[in-house]
């Protein structure tokens, strides 16, 4: 089984109105921890998309409009992805989706992938989320200890890294940051007996 942890960057919230500014992601052999391949990009987008950016969002990923011009136009992306999705048959039984917020990162992926297409080329259809995990993970040791109740810690990424002594995500947020972050605290939520190779 491969897992597929994937984080994003985008210049606002609204998935109707915003878009992905920039997308990684790491493919890794959860039976033994290989990394298998690490994607990264910066998707350039239209005079008009920019435009409509969030501020806000724009200040925790740091990205401006001169960086956000050295990008690669989003059929360039998404040809690269379906390719190295096909090479690494990342499918359905095969493979899951891993991120911190799967809610929004499948949205904002759908925007590079049309739903469809995924479907047609099998891609998994399961996003697992780090917080969810946590969540289980919290309610067991509450059972001995109520101060270690979800709700009692937090279910952000930096809260979960938090819990279990790990830094909080450097800032400004980049994609394959967020992707190495994830895949730390991936590593403590679910007590791996070994670290995943990919760092």
Not at 162 to 175: I, R, V
Request: charged residues 30%; negative net charge; contains cysteine.
């Amino acid at each position: 089984m491969k897992g597929v942890f994937l984080d994003s960057e985008t210049n606002g919230l609204n998935p109707n109105k915003h878009a992905m500014v920039e997308l990684a992601f790491k493919i890794v052999d959860l039976t033994n921890g290989e990394e298998l391949f690490e994607y990264e990009r910066i998707i350039k987008l239209s005079k008009s998309l920019w435009e409509k950016s969030d501020e806000r969002s724009l200040k925790i990923n740091g990205h401006t409009r001169e960086l956000n011009n050295q990008g690669r136009e989003k059929m360039q992306v998404r040809d690269e992805v379906i390719g190295i999705f096909k090479e690494f048959e990342i499918v359905k039984q095969k493979a899951v989706f891993i991120c911190q917020n799967p809610s929004f990162d499948r949205c904002f992926f759908s925007q590079i992938i049309e739903p469809e297409t995924q479907e047609a080329l099998n891609f998994p259809y399961h996003w697992l989320d780090l917080a969810s995990m946590f969540f289980v993970t919290q309610m067991q040791k509450g059972k001995e200890d109520a101060n270690m109740l979800p709700w009692n810690l937090g279910l952000s990424k930096d809260q979960i890294a938090k819990a279990y002594g790990l830094p909080e995500e450097k800032k400004p947020h980049h994609a394959m940051q967020g992707v190495e972050h994830l895949i730390q605290c991936f590593e403590k939520v679910i007590n791996l007996h070994h670290e995943l190779k990919c760092r």
